[in-house]
């Protein structure tokens, strides 16, 4: 019985033990309760996986800050001098880039619009002079799909105000 007053009454001790406050600056700019990574399992980004590929095309270096990867992350596609059209929407030069063979292939030599992976990563569609496209990244090979686009008329794969 003696022991559970004991324990009883150094309880509030316990609660108290904490004197210094949790600052902002502990949790976010020192670091204080940050854990630590373990290299086993760190997981690599798709950054530090672009970083390391070192992308060029000829002798140019091309810029990573716009890039889309596929499901798998065996691909990814790269945009780059990316043009805005109006509202949400935007065309860009376009490039797909394979990890396994460290091959860049550029998808046309005009920007494209809404270019994107097909689930499995083998194809990519995109929208260019208002007609749908698809490319096939085995055979480097473009097909389209909608032939009839016209400016301000006929819009194909891509969306409208109406």
């Not at 150094?10 to 502990?26: N, R």
């Not at 619009?113 to 990519?124: E, N, R, T, V, W």
């Not at 096939?136 to 109406?162: H, V």
Request: charged residues 25%; hydrophobic residues 40%; glycine residues 6%.
């Amino acid at each position: 019985m003696r022991k559970f007053l004991f324990l009883l009454s150094a309880l509030p001790l316990f609660a108290i033990a904490q004197t210094k406050p949790i600052t902002l600056e502990d949790i976010y700019k020192k670091g204080t309760f940050r854990g630590e990574t373990i290299p086993v399992f760190a997981v690599e980004t798709m950054d530090s996986m672009l970083y390391a590929a070192n992308i060029k095309e000829g002798n140019n270096k091309i810029p990573l800050f716009d890039y889309a990867p596929s499901n798998d992350k065996k691909k990814v596609l790269i945009f780059t001098n990316r043009e805005s059209i109006y509202r949400h929407s935007s065309k860009a030069y376009s490039y797909v880039y394979d990890f396994e063979n460290r091959k860049l292939q550029k998808l046309d030599t005009a920007k494209l619009l809404h270019a994107g992976f097909s689930p499995d990563g083998s194809k990519i569609a995109y929208v260019k002079d208002n007609n749908l496209y698809l490319y096939d990244i085995a055979s480097a090979g473009t097909k389209a799909i909608t032939t009839d686009g016209k400016w301000n008329f006929i819009i194909n794969g891509n969306c409208d105000w109406g």
